[in-house]
């Protein structure tokens, strides 16, 4: 099973955070402002779901406010 479709299995029933993780395998970095502008919602729906993908391994604190998705930057560089 592809890494895609392994983390929307485990975030299904999240709407606005799936949205969210598809951007992310177009770019792995993110902060919550960006994430409020590529998803359209408001700044704590944005961190609601950057909070549920640090949970699920998805995104991890980079530099100060960016985050990155390293599981699918691995990905993206192979």
């Known amino acids: 099973m592809d890494l895609r479709e392994r983390f929307r299995r485990r975030l299904r029933g999240r709407a606005r955070t799936l949205d969210l993780l598809d951007c992310l395998f177009q770019n792995p970095y993110t902060t919550v402002a960006r994430a409020e ?3 359209k919602v408001s ?3 944005a961190r609601s779901a950057i909070t549920a993908l640090q949970s699920e ?3 991890g604190r980079a530099w100060g406010r960016l985050y ?3 599981p699918i930057l691995r990905i993206l560089e192979e």
């Open 37 to 39: 502008k590529l998803v």
């Open 43 to 45: 700044n704590p729906t």
């Open 57 to 59: 391994g998805v995104l």
């Open 68 to 70: 990155l998705a390293r």
